[in-house]
Protein backbone atom coordinates (compact mmCIF):
# COMPACT_ATOMS: atom_id res chain seq x y z
CA UNK A 1 0.00 0.00 0.00
CA UNK A 2 2.94 2.51 1.11
CA UNK A 3 4.70 1.92 -2.29
CA UNK A 4 1.43 2.59 -4.08
CA UNK A 5 1.24 5.62 -2.16
CA UNK A 6 4.41 6.33 -3.25
CA UNK A 7 3.74 5.66 -6.77
CA UNK A 8 1.11 7.53 -6.75
CA UNK A 9 2.65 10.83 -5.58
CA UNK A 10 5.68 10.29 -8.07
CA UNK A 11 3.12 10.01 -11.12
CA UNK A 12 1.50 13.80 -9.63
CA UNK A 13 5.21 15.46 -9.15
CA UNK A 14 5.69 14.35 -12.73
CA UNK A 15 3.02 13.83 -14.73
CA UNK A 16 0.81 16.33 -12.46
CA UNK A 17 -2.29 17.44 -14.79
CA UNK A 18 -2.65 13.65 -16.21
CA UNK A 19 -2.41 12.00 -13.15
CA UNK A 20 -5.29 14.49 -11.54
CA UNK A 21 -7.33 14.05 -15.08
CA UNK A 22 -7.51 9.81 -14.08
CA UNK A 23 -7.99 10.47 -10.76
CA UNK A 24 -10.80 12.95 -11.42
CA UNK A 25 -12.14 10.50 -14.08
CA UNK A 26 -12.34 7.53 -11.70
CA UNK A 27 -13.60 9.62 -8.50
CA UNK A 28 -16.58 10.84 -10.52
CA UNK A 29 -17.33 7.47 -12.31
CA UNK A 30 -16.69 5.68 -9.05
CA UNK A 31 -19.46 8.17 -6.94
CA UNK A 32 -21.91 7.34 -9.76
CA UNK A 33 -21.64 3.84 -9.51
CA UNK A 34 -21.75 4.14 -5.34
CA UNK A 35 -25.03 5.84 -5.99
CA UNK A 36 -26.43 4.03 -8.50
CA UNK A 37 -25.91 0.19 -6.56
CA UNK A 38 -25.61 1.33 -3.39
CA UNK A 39 -27.92 3.82 -3.13
CA UNK A 40 -30.59 3.31 -5.94
CA UNK A 41 -29.92 -0.73 -5.82
CA UNK A 42 -30.17 -1.01 -9.57
CA UNK A 43 -28.18 -3.75 -10.05
CA UNK A 44 -25.54 -3.89 -13.01
CA UNK A 45 -27.68 -5.54 -15.52
CA UNK A 46 -29.79 -2.24 -15.28
CA UNK A 47 -26.83 -0.10 -14.23
CA UNK A 48 -27.31 3.35 -16.62
CA UNK A 49 -23.77 3.77 -18.41
CA UNK A 50 -24.33 6.85 -20.16
CA UNK A 51 -24.46 8.92 -16.45
CA UNK A 52 -21.64 7.36 -15.52
CA UNK A 53 -19.52 7.94 -18.09
CA UNK A 54 -20.39 11.53 -18.59
CA UNK A 55 -19.75 12.12 -14.91
CA UNK A 56 -16.17 10.60 -15.55
CA UNK A 57 -15.56 12.50 -18.57
CA UNK A 58 -16.44 15.52 -16.88
CA UNK A 59 -14.16 14.45 -13.80
CA UNK A 60 -11.21 13.97 -16.22
CA UNK A 61 -11.84 16.22 -19.18
CA UNK A 62 -13.47 19.02 -17.92
CA UNK A 63 -13.00 19.48 -13.64
CA UNK A 64 -9.64 18.62 -13.66
CA UNK A 65 -7.78 20.71 -16.32
CA UNK A 66 -9.94 23.96 -14.30
CA UNK A 67 -8.71 22.83 -10.94
CA UNK A 68 -5.06 22.22 -12.03
CA UNK A 69 -5.39 26.06 -13.30
CA UNK A 70 -7.18 27.13 -10.51
CA UNK A 71 -4.94 26.00 -7.53
CA UNK A 72 -2.27 27.99 -9.36
CA UNK A 73 -4.02 31.09 -9.01
CA UNK A 74 -4.76 30.42 -5.50
CA UNK A 75 -1.24 29.38 -4.66
CA UNK A 76 -0.25 33.21 -5.85
CA UNK A 77 -2.41 34.46 -3.15
CA UNK A 78 0.57 35.23 -0.52
CA UNK A 79 -0.34 37.66 2.77
CA UNK A 80 1.40 38.95 5.57
CA UNK A 81 0.58 35.77 7.98
CA UNK A 82 0.07 32.51 7.42
CA UNK A 83 -3.73 32.60 8.80
CA UNK A 84 -4.46 35.71 6.75
CA UNK A 85 -3.10 33.74 3.63
CA UNK A 86 -5.18 30.60 3.86
CA UNK A 87 -8.32 32.84 5.36
CA UNK A 88 -7.84 34.46 2.08
CA UNK A 89 -7.84 31.94 -0.48
CA UNK A 90 -10.37 29.61 1.56
CA UNK A 91 -12.53 33.01 0.96
CA UNK A 92 -12.09 33.41 -2.87
CA UNK A 93 -11.84 30.05 -3.45
CA UNK A 94 -15.98 29.71 -1.91
CA UNK A 95 -16.79 33.17 -3.73
CA UNK A 96 -15.63 32.54 -6.92
CA UNK A 97 -14.56 29.28 -7.91
CA UNK A 98 -17.48 27.36 -5.83
CA UNK A 99 -19.94 29.26 -8.13
CA UNK A 100 -18.30 28.37 -11.09
CA UNK A 101 -17.79 24.61 -10.50
CA UNK A 102 -21.24 23.68 -9.93
CA UNK A 103 -22.12 26.76 -13.26
CA UNK A 104 -19.44 24.41 -15.05
CA UNK A 105 -20.99 21.34 -13.78
CA UNK A 106 -24.24 21.72 -14.94
CA UNK A 107 -23.27 23.14 -18.68
CA UNK A 108 -20.91 20.56 -19.11
CA UNK A 109 -23.70 17.27 -18.18
CA UNK A 110 -26.17 19.81 -20.15
CA UNK A 111 -24.57 19.24 -23.00
CA UNK A 112 -23.41 16.37 -22.61
CA UNK A 113 -26.71 15.44 -22.69
CA UNK A 114 -27.98 17.16 -25.91
CA UNK A 115 -29.63 19.61 -23.39
CA UNK A 116 -30.92 22.85 -25.39
CA UNK A 117 -29.86 26.11 -23.72
CA UNK A 118 -33.26 27.57 -22.82
CA UNK A 119 -36.05 25.88 -21.91
CA UNK A 120 -39.20 23.80 -24.53
CA UNK A 121 -42.35 22.54 -23.89
CA UNK A 122 -40.58 18.88 -23.21
CA UNK A 123 -37.40 19.63 -21.74
CA UNK A 124 -36.06 22.00 -19.20
CA UNK A 125 -32.90 23.87 -20.52
CA UNK A 126 -29.33 24.23 -19.04
CA UNK A 127 -30.26 27.65 -18.19
CA UNK A 128 -33.52 27.32 -16.16
CA UNK A 129 -32.12 24.11 -14.61
CA UNK A 130 -28.98 25.78 -13.60
CA UNK A 131 -30.90 29.10 -11.65
CA UNK A 132 -33.47 26.69 -9.98
CA UNK A 133 -30.08 24.27 -8.79
CA UNK A 134 -27.04 26.72 -8.81
CA UNK A 135 -27.43 28.24 -4.79
CA UNK A 136 -28.52 25.05 -3.29
CA UNK A 137 -25.79 23.22 -4.71
CA UNK A 138 -23.10 25.87 -3.42
CA UNK A 139 -24.59 26.29 -0.20
CA UNK A 140 -24.09 22.44 0.63
CA UNK A 141 -21.10 22.69 -1.69
CA UNK A 142 -19.43 25.59 1.00
CA UNK A 143 -20.42 23.31 3.92
CA UNK A 144 -18.73 20.39 2.75
CA UNK A 145 -15.70 21.27 1.41
CA UNK A 146 -14.65 24.39 3.74
CA UNK A 147 -13.04 22.24 6.13
CA UNK A 148 -11.52 19.94 4.16
CA UNK A 149 -10.16 23.49 1.75
CA UNK A 150 -8.68 24.94 4.72
CA UNK A 151 -6.04 21.92 5.01
CA UNK A 152 -5.77 21.46 1.40
CA UNK A 153 -4.75 25.10 0.94
CA UNK A 154 -2.09 24.81 4.52
CA UNK A 155 -0.24 21.28 4.80
CA UNK A 156 -0.62 19.88 0.94
CA UNK A 157 1.42 20.62 -1.54
CA UNK A 158 0.02 21.98 -5.17
CA UNK A 159 0.41 19.32 -6.97
CA UNK A 160 -1.55 17.35 -4.65
CA UNK A 161 -4.57 19.60 -4.03
CA UNK A 162 -6.77 18.65 -6.39
CA UNK A 163 -6.30 15.04 -6.02
CA UNK A 164 -6.88 15.42 -1.87
CA UNK A 165 -9.92 16.91 -3.07
CA UNK A 166 -11.07 14.20 -4.98
CA UNK A 167 -11.08 12.00 -1.86
CA UNK A 168 -13.38 14.14 -0.73
CA UNK A 169 -15.17 14.49 -4.20
CA UNK A 170 -15.50 11.11 -4.18
CA UNK A 171 -18.61 11.93 -1.44
CA UNK A 172 -20.06 15.01 -2.98
CA UNK A 173 -19.77 12.84 -6.83
CA UNK A 174 -22.50 11.02 -5.28
CA UNK A 175 -24.47 14.20 -4.21
CA UNK A 176 -23.88 15.13 -8.10
CA UNK A 177 -24.80 11.93 -9.84
CA UNK A 178 -28.07 12.02 -7.81
CA UNK A 179 -28.40 15.69 -8.45
CA UNK A 180 -28.12 15.42 -12.25
CA UNK A 181 -30.19 12.55 -12.41
CA UNK A 182 -33.38 14.55 -10.72
CA UNK A 183 -35.13 15.66 -14.33
CA UNK A 184 -32.19 13.51 -16.43
CA UNK A 185 -33.24 13.88 -20.21
CA UNK A 186 -34.32 9.81 -20.04
CA UNK A 187 -36.31 10.27 -17.56
CA UNK A 188 -38.30 13.27 -19.27
CA UNK A 189 -41.91 12.64 -20.26
CA UNK A 190 -43.80 15.60 -22.45
CA UNK A 191 -46.92 17.13 -20.90
CA UNK A 192 -48.35 16.23 -24.43
CA UNK A 193 -47.26 12.36 -24.00
CA UNK A 194 -48.65 12.40 -20.02
CA UNK A 195 -51.88 13.93 -21.88
CA UNK A 196 -52.43 11.24 -24.85
CA UNK A 197 -51.43 8.29 -22.17
CA UNK A 198 -54.08 9.09 -19.72
CA UNK A 199 -56.73 9.62 -22.68
CA UNK A 200 -55.86 6.45 -23.90
CA UNK A 201 -55.98 4.97 -20.75
CA UNK A 202 -59.72 6.58 -20.32
CA UNK A 203 -60.72 4.65 -23.45
CA UNK A 204 -60.03 1.70 -22.37
CA UNK A 205 -61.76 1.86 -19.31
Same mark, same amino acid.
Given at each position: ?????? *? !???????????????? *????? *??????????????????????????????? #???????????????? %????? #??? #?? /????????????? $???? #??????????? @?? $????????? @???????? %????????????? @? $??? /????????? !?? %?? $???????????????????? @? *????? /?????????????????
Amino acid at each position: MARLFK *G !YISLLQRHTLLTQMVT *GGVTS *GMGDIIYQQGIERRGWRDHEWQYTTRLMVYG #SCCFAPAANRWHAVLN %RINMR #STL #ST /VTTRVAVDAIIFA $PFAT #SYFYLCQGLME @GR $PFTSTNEVQ @GIKDRLGE %RLWGTVWKQWGFF @G $PAQ /VINLTMVPI !YA %RP $PFMNMFALFWNIFLASANKK @G *GLTNT /VAPEEIKETMAALEVME
